[in-house]
């Protein structure tokens, strides 16, 4: 099932966003800070079969037009809100990575009454700077994006792992095409914390993490998990950091049992 684009006009601007499927509960997934909806599409066409799909590009990113650059995360998390209230959503899951993982907190703890479940993927804290809390990962990340595009290979390999670069070549292309850092807003948005700890969080939350990610390591999804009163967690052995694309599969079928309150462990 493909899906076509949509724009929600929003206070300053055209959100584009994708559907999938129109039967089923409803999930918004909010994707990281260099990617775009698209990431989204192969667990979108898993999920479709039993959940009706949302997924959106943030301002600044995809097709979305219009609006300056956030300032905040807190732009963001607004931007988030807007959408649901405009699509006429309530009361539905919503699933952020990476660093759409940090709006999806926000949005649990400033809109919870739009939220009937929060899952996220590696992804970490508000209140917790990644550079600190992984200093070697983060300084490797740099070294390998300064040296772009020369490093494309194994930057691509820290988020994807070896394996599936090898099967998906044009990540490599994807990677040496990006120059030095990316998008200097966005870089800053990635390194801002804000006072919004989990603990703050009072719906129902899944945290899923791969076992192999050097971008977000594990640790710091199981200390978050430990912040997070009745959540849930789950370690994907073998996966990375782009586990909903990587390991999209695996990531749905653990979504569609949370969503059921199936087989899911504290």
Request: net charge negative; with cysteine.
């Amino acid at each position: 099932m493909n899906s076509i684009t949509r724009l929600a006009q929003l206070r300053d601007t055209q959100t584009a966003y994708s559907q999938y499927g129109d039967a089923g509960p409803p999930i918004l997934l909010i994707h990281g800070a260099e990617a775009t909806r698209s990431s989204f599409e192969e667990i979108s066409q898993i999920l479709c079969g039993s959940m009706t799909v949302y997924s959106y590009d943030q301002r600044q990113c995809g097709e979305t037009r219009g609006g300056v650059s956030p300032s905040s995360v807190i732009d963001l998390i607004d931007d988030a809100a807007q959408l649901l209230e405009e699509l006429g959503l309530k009361k539905l899951t919503v699933l952020g990575t990476s660093f759409g993982g940090r709006i999806a907190q926000g949005l649990a703890i400033y809109r919870p009454q739009l939220m009937e479940r929060l899952i996220l993927c590696n992804t970490w804290p508000l209140d917790v700077e990644l550079e600190v809390a992984n200093v070697n990962g983060v300084a490797r990340l740099h070294v390998l994006r300064t040296g772009l595009p020369a490093t494309a290979r194994p930057l691509a390999e820290a988020y994807y792992g070896a394996d599936y670069v090898a099967r998906h070549p044009d990540l490599i292309t994807r990677f040496a095409q990006r120059t030095g850092n990316g998008s200097k807003e966005r870089t800053k948005l990635v390194r801002t914390t804000h006072p919004l700890p989990p603990q703050l969080i009072a719906v129902p939350t899944l945290l899923i993490s791969g076992s192999e990610d050097v971008v977000v390591p594990m640790q710091i999804m199981h200390e978050m998990h430990a912040r997070i009163a009745g959540s849930c967690m789950v370690d994907i052995q073998g996966g990375h950091h782009a586990i909903t694309i990587e390991r999209a599969a695996e990531v749905a079928s653990w979504v569609k049992a949370f969503v059921q309150r199936e087989g899911i462990a504290q």
